[in-house]
């Protein structure tokens, strides 16, 4: 998602964050369905004496668990792009703010990675001397052109480049 946020200067500040399709209280839920359910199952098992089927639901359960729980935490991720007349600057983090990097508007390029399929995003990096940032490397298709377009509007050069194709030996 790409949000603009309040500004107290001149500069412009965009929040982005990947998309949440549901909160954690939300995967919890689905998580408690699914232990009740299955412990319907296992039951019926169990007094018809599988027994044996009792540890292979719990060790299920506690993969979803685990499953759910890095997809929220790597949901978490956000970024914060000011963009100031002078400077640009790149927050990042989770909860709170983890790097920064603050680099001059005038010299600062904006590499646009294609894509390799059409169904991909392509990947941004904002570079200054020799240092590659990547912006938004979380976005989806839509909000990676929205994020190009108010880059243009601000009027910062996108400059594209094709990565070269992976070589298997």
């Not at 970024?79 to 709170?96: A, Q, S």
């Not at 880059?151 to 050069?157: A, E, H, M, S």
Request: net charge positive; with cysteine.
């Amino acid at each position: 998602m790409v949000e603009q946020l309040p500004s107290d200067d001149d500069a412009a500040r965009y929040l982005l964050t990947p998309n949440r399709s549901m909160s954690w209280q939300g995967n919890v839920r689905i998580w408690m369905a699914l232990l009740a359910l299955s412990a319907v199952i296992v039951t019926g098992f169990t007094l018809i004496g599988a027994w044996v089927i009792l540890p292979f639901a719990g060790l299920e359960l506690a993969a979803l668990a685990a499953g759910f729980y890095i997809s929220s935490r790597q949901c978490q991720k956000q970024e914060v792009l000011v963009l100031g007349p002078d400077n640009i600057r790149l927050e990042k983090g989770m909860k709170r703010k983890e790097a920064e990097w603050e680099m001059p508007r005038q010299y600062t390029r904006l590499w646009r990675n294609e894509a390799r399929h059409p169904f991909t995003p392509s990947k941004l990096f904002l570079q200054f001397r020799d240092e590659e940032i990547s912006v938004g490397g979380f976005l989806n298709m839509e909000d990676t052109e929205a994020l190009l377009a108010i880059l243009q509007r601000y009027g910062i050069t996108i400059q594209k480049r094709k990565k070269p194709e992976p070589r298997w030996f």
